[in-house]
């Protein structure tokens, strides 16, 4: 039973005291029920008013019982809201505690700021990737939302210093910008390449003279969210299959093909292996779309004897089982 259902009994429990004592009454002294109402209330009460009527001894008796019992359960009900406030307000400040110090350990992690429908979205799909991730919110709010989504947070004005500072933006390697306004994330944007030189910053912009500013402050990509969704209605309406063939691989359900990128290191039993000899396609069933060399250059469905070389990105489409597979075959000390 939580605190709330026992304060709730509680009361019902008062209630039944001070019933009891309108029946007793009633029944001891023989007075109308307006009579035993009062006689109820300024002996729960204690306001000591005088006596309805002289009290005969079995009534004092019955007097006296309703007041310990009254009176104490009074005191009870209080002791048990004050209870509820009080450890309510600590347990808010302890959990706040534990989850500052679990963003303080965080090394090499997401900063997501803006909780809005583009930053919420953002989170959930780089939270399916990896738990290394905080969201700063101005909005009073969405905490609520934050801690039904088991976010890491931080409540605050996400173009402060001591905010960003707080979310560990010295050690985190991306930050998006995903706020209202163009203006508050060219200024976010700013900040965060002033207090982190190194960090990857990815900015949402609402329109294209927007975007020129981002990257001059600093952002490393700017992405609209109104181009990208012009873009899929189009496509939508001229391209209907390769729409919907685009929204199965890039879908997030388990069950569907996908697409992935797997990086190769240096020391994966692939490196320097021509993609005939590599085996990918018979023991894994996947289809390799594309390889990203170090230089940027994509080489889109790439000949059956190109060489797998370290650091390349490999650009594949399969089952999620499969491509998870290839993960930990390619690259097995990360698993």
């Not at 079995?58 to 359960?73: H, K």
Request: with cysteine; aromatic share 8%.
């Amino acid at each position: 039973m939580n605190r709330l259902q026992h304060i709730i009994r509680a009361i019902i429990i008062s209630w039944i005291i001070f019933a009891l004592g309108v029946i007793g009454y009633m029944l001891i002294e023989k007075w109308s029920f307006l009579d035993a109402v009062y006689m109820t209330a300024i002996t729960v009460t204690t306001a000591g008013f005088m006596e309805v009527h002289e009290l005969s001894s079995a009534g004092r008796i019955f007097t006296s019982i309703v007041l310990v019992a009254g009176v104490g359960y009074f005191f009870y009900i209080a002791g048990l809201i004050i209870q509820s406030i009080v450890e309510g307000e600590i347990k808010a400040i302890l959990g706040r505690k534990r989850l500052d110090k679990k963003i303080r350990k965080l090394k090499n992690h997401y900063i997501v700021c803006g909780y809005g429908r583009i930053g919420r979205v953002l989170s959930q799909l780089i939270k399916e990737e990896a738990n290394d991730i905080v969201v700063v919110e101005q909005d009073k709010s969405l905490v609520g939302v934050l801690e039904k989504d088991k976010m890491h947070y931080i409540q605050g004005d996400s173009s402060d210093e001591e905010i960003l500072a707080k979310a560990g933006i010295e050690n985190a390697s991306f930050l998006i910008a995903a706020l209202g306004t163009d203006t508050a994330n060219v200024f976010l944007v700013l900040t965060a390449r002033q207090l982190n030189p190194d960090i990857y910053i990815m900015a949402r912009a609402s329109s294209p003279n927007v975007k020129k500013k981002l990257m001059i402050a600093g952002a490393n990509f700017v992405e609209s969210p109104y181009d990208i969704g012009a873009i899929s209605m189009g496509l939508k309406l001229l391209r209907p299959s390769v729409s919907r063939f685009l929204a199965i691989a890039l879908s997030r359900k388990k069950e569907a093909i996908q697409m992935d990128e797997i990086f190769m290191p240096k020391s994966s039993k692939y490196t320097n292996v021509a993609l005939k000899d590599s085996g990918i396609r018979q023991d894994f069933n996947l289809i390799i779309i594309s390889i990203k060399k170090t230089s940027g250059e994509m080489l889109f469905n790439p000949h059956f004897e190109t060489l797998l070389e370290p650091e390349d990105t490999i650009i594949v489409m399969g089952k999620t089982p499969d491509l998870k597979e290839f993960a930990k075959a390619i690259n097995p000390k990360e698993t």
